[in-house]
């Protein structure tokens, strides 16, 4: 009970913000659940008082009285119903956006770990699922289990013997149905996991077809699909026994009630206990008060059902966000100096960058070179704040940057990236991402015409993972983008150039060279050319600083470090 507890307090916070409109609903389904309990009543009087006594007076006023009653009760449903539709948008809506707003926020490692789609699959359908809670069918078991006491004191009222009849196989009912109930629960929880399973499975394998293409992996993997579909198909067979199982009682149990009913009424009318009238009122209130019997345990199971849903939901909400503390006025004007002190960081206690200690000044333009997972790319991110040392402070100007607002921090930076994300719209969309349009740089002309010979220019689709375009044109919508920020303080070169032709790349070194707007560039690269114009180039080693210098002091060990590279290119 612990459990049921929690998730319907849980249940009652959600839709605390909806409370005015869920108790218009509430009211309207209590006036509904007074008036059916008087409809079997008012048939008794119609049937004894009218039909029985050829009364058509009263024929037509009960008549009257049941059909009107009857039409109140539908609008007063489709009232109800529109009332919860709206509610279960609204709520759909408000907890969408939360998963959204904090998607955001999160921090960027987490994605290093964890499938962007499935996090997003998974997290909706929970939500799809926590908003059905919002259905009317929620508070209908409210009102049922009203309706159901009204019921058994209208049967108590009409005929005792017959009512205790009612009443036992209620309780034989419902242990019936709790019994089917935890077997269906215990299923459902078998079939969930195979169903993850499942999906996790199909996901490792679509993300590896190159690997099962070039190794001949299909005999392997179709094996593999045979036994996982078995198991999950045998989990459904299983659910629909059940199911199958449930009707099953369900039905002889209620032939069993009306074949008790209709004997052992047809003796009390023979001797003229109760009335025709009382009879089918009885059947009336009988239906009444046993329907809420399933539906309670129906409840019950839908309840449980939300515990993984709602666990799910708040475990998301619980991943730490990018901290964004705002204890000091962000007013920077300039960068006049970054200093990266003592910086670890490190994951899963293997450390990535180990006691960094570097300090770079205003109009430098700075390199970091070095082998793959030597520590450039982290270094990146941490100074963007994408990611969080584990120890040690990066400071600009002499401030924390931890101290600064997140946003306004972020306006300092742009960024060329070797692997960057186009979005799926118009070449044109990905450069100005919502800013306004500007007029492109002058020396950018060269990049600008390349894309402008595109199918549709500047407005041609760029397609999904941007696969309608060229490697060298992706990194010229991501050099147009960065050149776009004129705000920016700091421009950072990732890579910049790896799909580049020779000719484009001699234009982008000499656009690079002669950019003056930015207080800093920093540069990961191996190219030579782009090497000999940096005034500091810092040489990472396992994620330490190796050596520290320029072209003219480093230029043996960069050779040495492109020959290990890229071949002495």
């Not at 008794?44 to 039409?71: F, Q, W």
């Not at 770990?113 to 908003?131: C, P």
């Not at 009885?282 to 539906?295: C, G, R």
């Not at 032709?501 to 030579?528: G, Q, W």
Request: charged fraction near 25%.
């Amino acid at each position: 009970m612990k459990v049921e507890y929690r998730v319907l307090k849980k249940i009652v916070c959600f839709l605390s913000p909806f409370r005015k409109k869920i108790a218009i609903s509430f009211f309207l389904s209590l006036t509904n659940a007074a008036l059916c309990i008087v409809l079997p009543f008012l048939s008794k009087l119609l049937i004894d008082n009218g039909m029985i006594s050829l009364n058509l007076a009263n024929i037509v006023k009960y008549s009257c009285c049941i059909t009107c009653i009857g039409i109140v009760i539908q609008v007063f449903s489709f009232l109800q119903s529109r009332i919860h539709i709206k509610i279960q948008k609204d709520l759909s809506q408000s907890l969408g956006y939360t998963i959204f707003r904090h998607l955001l926020r999160l921090k960027s490692d987490y994605f290093d770990t964890k499938d962007s789609f499935e996090l997003i699959n998974e997290i909706e359908t929970d939500v799809d699922e926590i908003t059905q809670m919002a259905n009317e069918q929620f508070l209908e078991v409210i009102v049922n289990l009203i309706k159901m006491l009204g019921a058994c004191g209208g049967l108590f009222f009409i005929n005792p013997i017959l009512s205790s009849v009612v009443f036992i196989f209620m309780i034989i009912r419902y242990a019936v149905a709790e019994y089917l109930s935890s077997k269906r629960r215990s299923a459902f929880e078998k079939d969930f996991r195979l169903c993850q399973d499942m999906a996790f499975w199909y996901s490792d394998t679509i993300n590896g077809l190159r690997t099962i293409k070039l190794w001949n992996l299909y005999k392997e993997k179709e094996t593999e699909f045979v036994k996982i579909k078995s198991e999950l198909l045998s989990s459904h067979q299983k659910i629909s026994e059940i199911f199958v199982k449930e009707t099953f009682f369900s039905s002889t149990l209620d032939e069993l009630l009306t074949f008790a009913l209709y004997f052992l009424a047809g003796i009390l009318l023979i001797k003229e206990k109760i009335s025709f009238g009382e009879f089918f009122s009885f059947i009336a209130y009988s239906q009444i008060a046993i329907q809420p019997v399933y539906m309670l345990v129906g409840f019950k199971f839908k309840i449980l059902q939300l515990v993984p849903k709602l666990k799910n939901f708040e475990d998301y909400l619980q991943l730490s966000e990018e901290s964004n503390p705002d204890t000091v006025r962000f007013d920077i004007k300039a960068v006049e100096s970054i200093e990266f002190l003592n910086i670890t960081w490190q994951v899963e206690n293997r450390a990535i960058l180990k006691n960094i200690n570097l300090k770079f000044n205003a109009g430098q333009k700075i390199a970091f070179i070095g082998h793959n997972g030597a520590g450039k790319s982290t270094l990146i991110d941490l100074m963007l704040r994408l990611k969080e040392p584990t120890s040690g402070q990066i400071l600009i100007n002499g401030e924390d940057i931890q101290s600064w607002d997140l946003n306004e921090y972020r306006r300092l930076f742009s960024i060329i990236e070797q692997e960057g994300f186009l979005f799926n719209s118009t070449v044109e969309q990905n450069i100005f991402l919502g800013d306004s349009k500007q007029e492109f740089l002058d020396n950018t002309d060269w990049a600008v015409k390349q894309l402008e010979r595109l199918e549709s220019g500047l407005s041609s689709k760029t397609g999904s993972r941007a696969a309608l375009l060229s490697g060298g044109e992706k990194q010229k919508i991501f050099l147009l983008r960065a050149l776009q920020k004129r705000y920016a303080k700091i421009l950072i070169l990732d890579e910049a150039t790896s799909n580049y032709d020779m000719a484009s790349e001699h234009k982008f070194d000499h656009l690079i060279s002669s950019l003056t707007n930015y207080d800093m560039i920093f540069v990961i690269t191996h190219r030579i050319e782009i090497l000999k114009s940096m005034d500091v180039i810092v040489l990472l080693n396992n994620g330490k600083v190796e050596k520290v210098g320029n072209w003219n002091s480093l230029k043996a060990e960069i050779e040495t470090l492109n020959k290990e590279i890229i071949g002495g290119k």
